[in-house]
């Protein structure tokens, strides 16, 4: 008899324009709580939900590349770039489940993204794809801010435990809390633009990733602004 594989393929997504240490930190602190071998990083070629990344996709996957080199568990995952059109999560989440029918699907959402839910494209469809792990934020209580479509849904699928996530291949919410890491890339966007806190960014960045920023000029301003 074939033996069915149960263990979770995880992902976090995002623009990461430009990944720094809050990403990485985060993905690895969950991969540690939850015990999993690996966990996907999914850059997003063009993001449905925001405006587009000011680095182009090649340049964020060669910086994510050289990110993870420095985790080991994290992997790059690519799928959203070598994809056409909008970036919609649960394009991925469906090319997912073809690969692999039976096995558990997480997705990483932190608790900012996962109050956002139902303005996602098709948003309920991903709870008959994946599990939803939500980050927690220190200070924000989920089940009092959620909206009311969202309320539903937690309150069918939340469990207290990740137990769960493991004997199904999707439909539940757990809540995993972690060390925050309060780094935002719009800051170190602007750093960067301005040529301010080198020192500050060194911390922030894996110094491969801010290498290769300089090597490229990225986030830098046009060279006609004033």
């Known amino acids: 008899m074939a033996?069915?594989?149960?263990?979770?393929?995880?992902?976090?997504?995002g623009t990461f324009d430009p990944v720094h240490f809050g990403h990485l930190r985060l993905a690895d602190d969950v991969r540690r709580a939850l015990g999993l071998n690996e966990l996907r990083l999914v850059p997003a070629a063009d993001p449905p939900h925001r405006a587009g990344p000011r680095a182009s996709a090649a340049h964020r996957l060669a910086m994510l590349t050289i990110a993870v080199a420095g985790f080991p568990g994290l992997v790059v995952d690519d799928r959203e770039m070598r994809r056409a059109g909008?970036?919609?999560t649960v394009l991925t989440l469906e090319e997912l489940r073809r690969e692999f029918p039976s096995r558990p699907l997480w997705l990483v959402l932190g608790a900012d993204a996962f109050l956002g839910l139902p303005k996602w494209h098709r948003w309920r469809e991903i709870f008959t794809l994946a599990h939803i792990v939500v980050v927690a934020?220190?200070?924000?209580e989920l089940d009092a801010a959620l909206p009311a479509p969202l309320?539903?849904?937690?309150q069918r699928r939340h469990t207290p435990v990740p137990?769960?996530?493991i004997a199904t291949p999707a439909g539940r919410i757990f809540v995993q809390a972690v060390t925050p890491h309060p780094i935002a890339a719009t800051a170190i966007r602007a750093s960067l633009?301005?040529?301010r806190d080198m020192d500050r960014l060194a911390q922030l960045l894996p110094p491969g990733?801010?290498?290769?920023i300089e090597?490229?000029?990225l986030y830098s301003p046009p060279p006609d602004a004033t």
């Open 151 to 154: 309320a539903e849904e937690w």
């Open 209 to 212: 990733v801010l290498a290769y």
């Open 193 to 195: 633009a301005g040529a």
């Open 163 to 165: 137990t769960p996530l």
């Open 137 to 140: 934020r220190p200070g924000v």
């Open 86 to 88: 909008k970036s919609y």
């Open 215 to 217: 090597q490229h000029h």
């Open 3 to 13: 033996t069915v594989e149960t263990t979770p393929i995880a992902l976090l997504g």
